[in-house]
């Protein structure tokens, strides 16, 4: 087992598409476990293949909590093939030390994927619970786009990199999400008159 060097924002490694895995080597499988060792080592939710160097898709997800029992799950080749809603998002990311910004993301998401062993399997995260939000956040990395991408407020997301070291926003990768920004806007409208209303 060994804990790999994790890519900084700026290696273009991060904004490479990733290649499908054709089949689950040994060395595949060493890969995976070094991630997972990797990812708890930084205390992270989640890591994708090429935040280590690896243009692969695969990634890592554990979202147990502090007082329950580590649950890492494997995604080698995952499609997304259901989302719906909107939510806000709070993210930082291994690849961006420090770095904390707002990002819109699906709220409801059913992926497909591989297990380690090679086995399909489903997996439905709803209500913008972490998994939900940690699938697409992950998923984006096999694609080269990064959480930033997502950037509610590009004027904070400006200033969060700049006060952590990191390169600026790139103005060409950021994703028009005009249709999620609409629906969580009209969620917050409507959260804040409620909070009026008590
Ligand atoms: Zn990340």
């Known amino acids: 087992m060994a804990i790999l060097k994790i890519l900084k924002y700026g290696d273009e490694v991060l904004r490479k598409k990733s290649k499908e895995v ?13 991630m997972i060792d990797t990812m708890y080592a930084n205390n992270g939710v989640g890591l994708a293949a090429p935040q ?13 909590m502090d007082d329950e029992p580590l649950n890492p799950m494997v995604f080698v080749n995952p499609k997304i093939i259901k989302k719906s809603g909107a939510i806000k998002s709070n993210e930082g990311c291994l690849s961006f030390p420090k770095a904390y910004v707002d990002v819109r993301r699906y709220k409801n998401v059913m ?6 062993n090679g086995r399909p399997f489903v997996i439905e995260a709803k209500d913008g619970e972490l998994l939900a939000r940690a ?7 096999l694609d080269g786009i990064l959480f930033i991408d997502h ?5 904070d997301a400006t200033q ?8 600026p926003l790139e103005q060409d990768k950021l994703v028009c999400e005009d249709e999620l920004e609409e629906e969580i806007v009209k969620q917050e ?4 008159a409620n909070n009026e209303g008590k």
């Open 189 to 192: 409208k409507q959260d804040s």
């Open 135 to 141: 699938l697409q956040h992950e998923y984006d990395h």
């Open 52 to 64: 280590v160097g690896e243009n692969l898709r695969i990634f890592v997800i554990d979202v147990s």
């Open 160 to 167: 969060v990199l700049e006060e952590n070291n990191l390169p």
């Open 151 to 155: 950037s509610r407020n590009i004027f």
């Open 111 to 116: 992926v497909k994927a591989l297990d380690i």
């Open 22 to 34: 054709s089949k689950i080597s040994k060395k595949i499988r060493i890969l995976i476990e070094n």
